[in-house]
């Protein structure tokens, strides 16, 4: 069985368990999304803690690339708040579980999701599309402990090492593009969570007073520099979590809807995205017109959902990113921000396809608009609406 790995608390106990109740032969996978860590020691504490070998894949550029990129296109965001980290680096991960499983020979994979998250989705259906042959095993949906304390122990027990402890009990999922972190206090939604719970933002109260203004430049839809300097991606998402991490930017605090339709409340940190999101977003806002804007922003919330959802092997999805990536090529320029204080804030944008006209906006003496023609189109635009109170008048005379 290949499992995805990550070295935190319950795939560390999974290994040993998988043995004890199945008498697998584990072989683990791990994934660099950009956790801020090396995964390097990983491949000695999966070994010690009972796995027969281990692959480790460098990941960040795809994950940037084809996936990110497309939510970033998309302008995908579940429920108004969340930019979708976690949920969009499941399938990359089952994708890859699949190839070492066909690698080694495996006959089953195994996560580490529980039974009413909404990682066990992305996972089981995303290997269901890309491998239907191969048997899902995930020990959270059939073991019998009674929560993380209990797991706590058991790894204690059986020496194996793990961050989580009794007294911060967080989960946290880490990457490029943002870090999700739920349980302990945070299950209650009355509880303000704490500053320890936050790992690369800082408070907004203590961020420094003077804002910062930086220029991210974009071809095509793709961010390519930062302040006049072109950077790769994996280069220029670390630099934005750093910068935005510094000012308070990208926090979320979201009672969110599940899948499996109970609500779940969770925090999120995603400076580098928040800025792309924004800046993204203004460079669409010059160059489209009007009634493709307002049409994309229907399908932006169905692409957050089938991300969300584990849907990211669907048919829709790939149609909507044709759509997506017709009109990204018009998104080339430069957008000014301003951080400050938890804020982020569009300053300035340009571009060669901007459809804004001086001439026609102005209200100086350069102003082309005819404002004669207001009246006739006035007319035109409420004709419908002047019949249907002539309608209303007849029926009170009545």
Known sequence: IVLAYSGGLDTSVIIRWLKEQYGYDVAAFSADLGQGEQLE??????????????????LRREFLEDFCMRALAAQ?????????????????????????????GATAVAHGSTGKGNDQVRFDVS????????????????????GRADEIEYAQKHGIPVEATKEKPYSIDRNLWGISIECGVLEDPWAEPPNDAYLITASPEDAPGEPLCLEIGFQEGRPISLDGEEMS?????????????????????????????????????????????????????LVLDRETLHFKQALSDKYAQLVYFGLWFSPLREALDSFFDNIKRLVTGVVRLKLHKGNCTPTGRKSPHSLYQYRLATYDQEDAFEHKDGEA??????????????????????
């Open 41 to 58: 020691p990983l491949r000695e504490k999966a070994l010690r803690t009972g796995a027969s070998q281990i692959v480790i894949e460098d």
């Open 233 to 285: 991606l994996v280069d220029l998402v670390p630099r934005l979590n750093e910068l935005g991490g510094r000012h308070g930017v990208g926090r979320c605090d979201l009672v969110e809807d599940r899948l499996v339709g109970i609500k779940s409340r969770e925090i999120y940190e995603a400076p580098g995205a928040t800025i792309l999101y924004k800046a993204y977003a203004e460079l669409e806002q």
């Open 127 to 146: 290997i269901m599309a890309l491998a239907p042959e191969l048997k899902v095993v995930a020990p959270l949906r059939e073991w019998d402990f009674s």
């Open 76 to 104: 995908a965001v579940y429920e108004g708040k969340y930019l979708l980290s976690t949920a969009l680096g499941r399938p990359l991960i089952a994708k890859y579980l699949v190839d070492v499983a066909r690698m080694t």
């Open 377 to 398: 189109f006035c007319k035109l635009w409420g004709l419908p609406w002047k019949v249907i109170g002539e309608r209303g008048r007849r029926r009170i005379k009545e």
